[in-house]
Structures are given as C-alpha cells and as structure tokens.
C-alpha cells in the first residue's frame, strides 16, 4: 500500500480525474442507462477487476481509503456525457472484490476500521425501510435563522452547538427546531432511505459447538428493500465504528457496523464452497468410480453398523433431485425428506447430527427445543429495530438450498408441526405477522428423527398411532424408515464387536495421546481396531462433491428410466385393485419420490442421464420402506393409506361392516343393540371377534357410537 500511495496522486483533483477515465472507458453504457432509468435508478455497479486493470494503484486506494475515493467517483459521474440536460445524482457502488478484502465476521479487528470488506453470510434479521436524516436543516428559536448540520451517525440526532454566524445566525447557543420540510421558504433537511439488517455467519463454515457470529450492517438509498431472511448475499461495504453507551456512560469499546456500498446476491448453488481446478479433476475422476456407491454410504456414519439402505437414501438425500420451475409458473421440487422412526438404541439421533455436519449446508435443531416461529420465521419486537417489528428467519429458511436436520421432531407442539407443512411441500414460509407480510423460500431437505409413544415400535400398529405425528405431515415426507432392535444372534455378534472395537481402538488412541509411553500400545493397535470404520472418503472432499454436483449435474430422465418407473406404478395399483377389499398401495406423492430418488442417484455419478438402474434403486428404496411400514414384508401387497392415515382399506370396510350392523340391529329399539348380537352378526361376516370389540370401543370413544345402557349400542345422529 506504501508503494501504491507513492505512486498514486491521491489529491481530489486528481482523483476525480483517473474516476473519469474509468468511467469515460469502461462504465459509459451503466452511466446512459442510468441516467434514463433515473430516478428508479440511482446507482452505477462497477467491478473492482475493471478498476484495477484500469489502475492497479487506484483500485488499491479504494480499498484502503474508500470514503475519499468512492466520494471522487460520484463527483465524476457528474461529467460523463449522458442523454440529460442535467446530470443525475448516481452513486458509484464497487463489487467482486479480491480475496484479501473478504473477512469472515470472526475475523474483523481494529485492522479493517474504515477500510473496504467484503461480508459474506446469512441475512438474519431486517427492519422496515424508514427514512434517516443526511443534512438537517435547523431554525434558531431566538433569530429564525436556518442552520445546516451534516449527520454523520446512525441513530443520533446532531444539533447545532451554536446557532452560526458563518449560516446568516445570531452566534449565540439557543433551542433549535428540526425542519422536515418548509416549501414556502425552501428550507428543507435532506433524507435518504435506510434499512439495518443483521447478517450472520454460513452454517457451513461453523464446526464443531461454534457459535455463529453476527453483524449489523445498514443499507442505504436504493439497495433498501432488496433483501429477505434468508438470503445469502456478500455484503461489500465500508467498516465503522460508534461509540457504546452503558448506563449513560460511554464505553471505550467501540460497537462495529458495515455500512454498505454494494450487495452481491448468490447467482448459484454453493459458489461459497471453494473448488480448485485439481480439486474440479479429482471429483470428476472419482465420478468414474466403479465402487462410487459403496464408497460414498461406507463413508455416512462409519462408526454405525449396518443401515446400508438408510445411508444409501441419506446419501442420495444429500444430492437430492431437480428442481423444475414450468413454463406455467408451476414449480416442482427436487429436495427429498425422510423420517427415521424407531426403537431406542439404534442410532437415529447420531445418524442426524453426522448429516447435519456432512452436508455443504446443514443446520441441526431439536423438535423439543425449537417453537414453530423458531422453526419457520418469527415477527420479534426488540432493540436491533429500535422497538419496531422485526422480521427474523427460522432453521428452516436458514437452511434454504441445504439440509435441515430435526432430532425428536415428534415432541413438538401440534401447533408446531402445522407450521411445517407449507415449508416442506411448497418450500415457502409466509408470513402475516404484526403488519409484516412477506415469503421467504425455504427450499431444503428435511431429516426428521422420531421415537414411538411406547418407547419401542410396534411392527403391526399403524404408524400414525405410534408417533406423535399429525398424518397429513407424515404424508409430506418420501422415504420413511423404521429401525427396529431385534434380537438377531448373527447380527448381535457383529454389532457387538463391531461397537466394542470402536470403543477399544477409542481408547487405545487416547492413551498413546496422553501417555509418551503409550502404556504398550502402538498406533498399528488403533489401526487395526478402527479398520472397519476408517472412512473411505473424507468429509470435507464429499462437501465439495456434492456442491459441484449441484452447480454442474441437471439429470433427465430416459426413455427407459421413464418406462419404469410407469409400469412399476400402474401395475402395483393394479394389483392392489385385484387383492381382495381393493387396496391402494402407492399414490402420485410416492411416483414423484421415485423420481426425486432417482434423480438423485444419476447426480451422485455426476450423469445428465437417469438409467434404468437409477429407477430400479429408487424403486427398491420405496418399496423397502412402504413394506416395512405397512406389514407387508410377509408378501402381503402395501397399502398407503395405512401410512398416510394410520387406517389401512381394510379396516375402513370393517368398520363401515359394524356400523351398518349396529344401524340394523337397533332399529326400533330404544336400547340399542346388545353386544351379543353384534359379534354374532359380525362373525358371520367373517370379522373377528376381538377386532368388533376394539372398532366398537374407537366408534363410542369417536362419539359415533353411543351406549343407553352397558354393552348396548346405538349410532350417534347426525
């Protein structure tokens, strides 16, 4: 920088003049375009590659001295030739700055104050547009005189110490009156939009128990209003600081903002994941891979035994399916959800948090400890607004574009879980809160872990009756699973071992940590006790996997991929009409999951193309799970409704059977049926005895029964 300075004159004659040129050679079309689109438009984007290839040394002052710099460039807007008698007012705004001006919000300190930093994160939390003194304009209360005073702060007042002579006034110290506006003396004070928005670290880059970090930034003119919760965006601005007020004395340490020159908002998926062009080779040569399925799932969650069909739709989850914006303005989406459900012990919460942290993207919350407002968004009236409304965005819109991960998603409150619906299905969040109405996108994949009422699952009780879990929401989810703890000699041995090798190989490394001597082991001791969980990919190389996937890989399905997915659907529906009762096995949701599924697994090849092997893995995935959850593992044909609603085709039609007795049976009889006949009757149908019982004891509890006296029955009237 002392060479640049050396180099560079760095007058304001001088200044303006080299802003010129640049503008003159590089930015005459930005300047026209402005000028007419003016007022509507009031800025001219210039790139910091353009300035520095124009003038490397001035490009670099910017950096350093960006108030100076950037106030020379609007006073040379002012004569480049445009269209317009009178030049506009443009502001002069600076993006794509160099990877030495990008901080992280951690890595500020007292070395950036007042220079230009580029802020890249998640828009947490934004104000409402309101408008903020630039130069106010004051009357003396003693002489009538108007005085200007330049605002230099946020969010403090700056009044005249005295009411100057140099202005026309009296020199003496007096009351002033603020002047908002006086047509008929001219007299005005002039005010510029501003909004405060909070921008808070990536996910991605948080590891381990940090904490995301926070800054306020304010935007000012016509950058307001340009930005959600939610949103990613680099914020490339200039760093300030104001002094902090603690009991009305004021502090020493210094309160940090950015104010904003430029906003830069993200064009594609997970431009913020670095791939450098051997790193670009790598992947593509990996892609090739024969062995790349068993690489990638042996890689989720090693030290978990077993799960290989879970980890093969968590991986396939991580990669996901293509999203489809139709001409008609119709929108389809990509993104996968699965639920586990299952026994204590099985690893579902570790299963969770390991993809919360594997995924380019991921946020991890807890069903018990997250409200719907903290789930969704939420309107919160606080300080950051200066006591209005404030809109902030919930884990859900946080994880736009990545993976949203819900441990215990059953203990949350129904109200809760209401608030999901649009967020999974249409991915949008809107919101109609304390004046504030807005959509925020909250396009993500949703891994859910739930745990049975009873504490270990049923396998022949419907779903719906075994988790706290409304079933319209359960429908919305296209793989679930349940993970069940059977008692297996083969598999106990294994898991055993396999369990109890990861604990000795644990401890074997700690030891040769702590002690020099090692106590006699070696680390070939912990090698050979975590060979079987030693990952074959690392962690950080499938991040980068799966975000140059999403950047580069937009998979069709073929002809034959296409037909398969078709027949298998129609000819399973058709089975399911020819079973006795005609049940339904599968709806248009569980096709749709096909093809996300599907999808999926050609992006893990880094293929264009479904194959007719990627619809036979999504259709096993599907099958696998539908049987498990509707009993049907035995041979038995599926039945969806059973998921979808926790009652199954048949059982509908028995208790249509032991409604329609009981009507006829009580006909003309003010007591009702006696219980007797009705299990005569029905067993004559061929219903069985128990199951008469428990559907009469559901329809009185449902009140569409009722009981005159003990063990007689009536239907309820309408």
Not at 391 to 412: F, H, P, Q, S, Y
Not at 493 to 517: C, F, S, T
Not at 520 to 531: P, S
Request: net charge negative.
């Amino acid at each position: 920088m002392a060479m640049a300075q050396q180099v560079l004159d760095t007058s304001r004659e001088a200044l303006v003049k080299n802003w010129e040129t640049f503008l003159k050679k590089y930015c005459r079309a930005k300047v026209n375009e402005a000028a007419l689109a003016y007022p509507q438009k009031r800025s001219i984007v210039v790139s910091y590659w353009d300035l520095h290839k124009h003038d490397p040394d001035l490009a670099e002052f910017t950096l350093e001295n960006p108030t100076q710099s950037l106030s020379a460039a609007e006073e040379a807007v002012k004569t480049v030739d445009t269209p317009l008698d009178k030049p506009p007012k443009l502001h002069v705004r600076v993006e794509h700055l160099p990877d030495h001006a990008t901080v992280e919000v951690r890595s500020l300190r007292a070395e950036h104050m007042g220079r230009m930093v580029a802020i890249q994160g998640l828009v947490k939390k934004v104000t409402e547009v309101r408008p903020k003194l630039e130069d106010a304009v004051f009357q003396c209360q003693r002489c009538g005189a108007f005085i200007r005073e330049p605002q230099e702060e946020h969010l403090v007042l700056k009044e005249p110490s005295e009411c100057y002579e140099d202005q026309g006034g009296c020199a003496r110290q007096t009351n002033f009156k603020l002047m908002i506006g006086d047509p008929t003396k001219g007299q005005s004070s002039r005010f510029v939009d501003t909004q405060k928005v909070e921008i808070q670290e990536s996910p991605e880059k948080m590891r381990g128990g940090e904490q995301p970090q926070r800054l306020v930034v304010f935007v000012e003119d016509d950058l307001c209003g340009e930005t959600a919760p939610g949103d990613r965006i680099v914020a490339n601005g200039i760093l300030r600081a104001s002094v902090r007020k603690q009991g009305g004395v004021k502090s020493t340490i210094l309160d940090i903002h950015l104010d904003v020159i430029s906003v830069e908002r993200e064009q594609h998926e997970f431009e913020e994941v670095q791939i450098t062009p051997e790193e670009e080779e790598e992947i593509l040569r990996f892609s090739r891979d024969p062995e790349l399925y068993q690489k990638f799932t042996g890689s989720i969650a090693p030290d978990l035994y077993g799960l290989e069909v879970e980890k093969l739709t968590l991986l396939l989850q991580l990669f996901g399916g293509l999203e489809k914006k139709l001409p008609s303005g119709g929108r389809l989406r990509g993104d996968i959800h699965v639920l586990l459900v299952g026994d204590p012990g099985v690893a579902k919460s570790q299963l969770v948090r390991y993809m919360s942290r594997l995924a380019p993207r991921g946020i991890y919350t807890s069903g018990k400890s997250s409200s719907g407002a903290g789930l969704t968004a939420a309107a919160v009236k606080d300080e950051f607004g200066d006591g209005r409304w404030t809109l902030e965005a919930g884990a859900m819109v946080l994880a736009d574009r990545g993976l949203l991960c819900v441990d215990e998603i059953d203990k949350m409150t129904k109200e809760d879980q209401s608030s999901m619906h649009e967020g999974m299905e249409q991915q949008s969040i809107s919101v109609a809160k304390a004046g504030i109405t807005a959509t925020l996108q909250s396009r993500c994949s949703v891994l859910g872990a739930a745990n049975p009422k009873m504490g270990r699952f049923e396998e022949f009780t419907p779903i719906t009756e075994q988790i706290n879990f409304p079933p319209a929401l359960l429908s919305r989810f296209d793989v679930i699973f349940v993970l069940l703890d059977k008692p297996e000699p083969k598999r106990d041995m294994m898991l055993a071992g396999h369990i109890l090798e990861v604990h000795r190989g644990g401890a074997i490394h700690e030891l040769l940590k702590n002690r020099p001597d090692g106590g006699g082991y070696t680390e070939d001791d912990v090698k050979g006790a975590l060979k079987n969980v030693e990952p074959p990919l690392k962690n950080d190389f499938i991040r980068k996997y799966v975000a140059y996937c999403k950047r580069t890989c937009f998979p069709v399905l073929t002809r034959e991929a296409l037909d398969k997915i078709r027949d298998y659907y129609v000819n399973l529906r058709r089975r399911g009409q020819q079973e006795e009762g005609g049940t339904v096995p599968l709806t248009a949701r569980q096709l749709e999951a096909f093809v996300r599924l599907a999808e999926a697994g050609a992006r893990v090849r880094l293929s264009n193309e479904v194959t007719e092997g990627d619809a036979e893995r999504a259709i096993q995935i599907v099958e696998y799970y539908l049987k498990r959850l509707s009993g049907s593992e035995g041979g038995g044909i599926m039945d969806i409704d059973l998921v979808a609603s926790g009652v199954s085709k048949n059982q509908r039609d028995r208790v249509r059977i032991v409604k329609e007795i009981v009507k006829d049976l009580s006909a003309g009889q003010d007591v009702g049926a006696p219980l007797a006949e009705i299990i005569a009757a029905a067993e004559s149908k061929g219903l069985d005895v128990d199951k008469v019982r428990d559907i009469l004891k559901k329809l009185a509890t449902n009140g569409e029964l009722f009981e005159p006296r003990g063990d007689f029955f009536r239907v309820a009237r309408n």
